[in-house]
């Protein structure tokens, strides 16, 4: 079990060892945290959720109603589930989906993901082309990771420009939907 304040907000949670960070809520996470802003209106996407650390703390910024949670792994399903009872969060809709999959809503206003940076691209250039379609005109996509130059190529060959902020060693990266095409082709 880690219990931990995330930023200002307190929060416990089970993991498994079979997830991504399951010793500590990983680092990257708590950066993107800090780079994201949350308002009333927002409905917000943490994509890959593992064992929910992102989704909830939005939930308990703007509300579980307005959130939702995905991931490929049953085991992140499951134990994001027990997370968000277990942080008076219930309610928030928690889908199991490779991706976009699963995922009917085409309404978001942010979506977040600290994807598997450590393979092949195939999994963020996903993404971050499906993300860019299921945002709002003015919403943000933010990601969390190690490696720079291509995120930073992609996010602005899809959306046009990027904001990057580097903390804690990570470089977190925000972009915003203008437009309702892709700023060039990908």
Do not use: Q
Not at 60 to 78: F, L, P, Q, W, Y
Not at 136 to 151: A, E, N, P
Request: include cysteine; glycine fraction near 8%; hydrophobic fraction near 40%.
């Amino acid at each position: 079990m880690i219990t931990a304040t995330v930023l200002d907000v307190p929060m416990t949670f089970i993991t498994d060892r079979t997830l991504f960070s399951p010793e500590r809520i990983d680092r990257g996470t708590v950066a993107m945290l800090k780079e994201a802003a949350f308002y009333d209106a927002d409905k917000v996407l943490d994509l890959g959720c593992g064992y929910g650390v992102a989704g909830i703390y939005a939930a308990k910024r703007i509300g579980a109603h307005r959130v939702v949670m995905s991931d490929i792994n049953e085991t992140a399903v499951d134990i994001s589930r027990k997370n968000a009872e277990m942080n008076g969060v219930c309610g928030l809709k928690i889908i199991l989906s490779d991706g976009f999959t699963n995922i009917d809503d085409a309404d978001f206003t942010v979506i977040m993901s600290n994807p598997p940076y450590h393979t092949d691209f195939k999994v963020p250039k996903h993404f971050i082309e499906k993300g860019f379609n299921r945002l709002i005109i003015g919403g943000r996509m933010y990601m969390v990771t190690k490696r720079r130059d291509w995120y930073k190529n992609k996010l602005t060959a899809v959306f046009g420009g990027v904001r990057v902020a580097e903390t804690d060693g990570y470089f977190v990266f925000c972009s915003e939907k203008r437009s309702a095409k892709y700023a060039s082709k990908v």
